[in-house]
């Protein structure tokens, strides 16, 4: 079983499509685009209650 995992959390409280698009292309810790595409779907929305989420990655 591996145990190395990356654990990465992510303050969407004030976070802007402008800025969460320049940190995927800057980082490689989210690889995936239906991650990529969920995570700018909670920052676009208004009502948004989601202010912190945690990805794990194995």
């Not at 800057?26 to 989601?50: H, Q």
Request: glycine letters at 0%; charged letters at 20%; aromatic letters at 12%.
């Amino acid at each position: 079983m591996n145990t190395n995992y990356k654990i990465i959390a992510l303050d969407l409280q004030n976070a802007t499509l402008e800025n969460l698009n320049h940190w995927f292309i800057t980082s490689d810790f989210i690889t995936a685009e239906a991650t990529k595409d969920y995570l700018r779907y909670r920052v676009k929305d208004e009502e948004n209650t989601i202010h912190l989420i945690y990805i794990i990655n194995p």
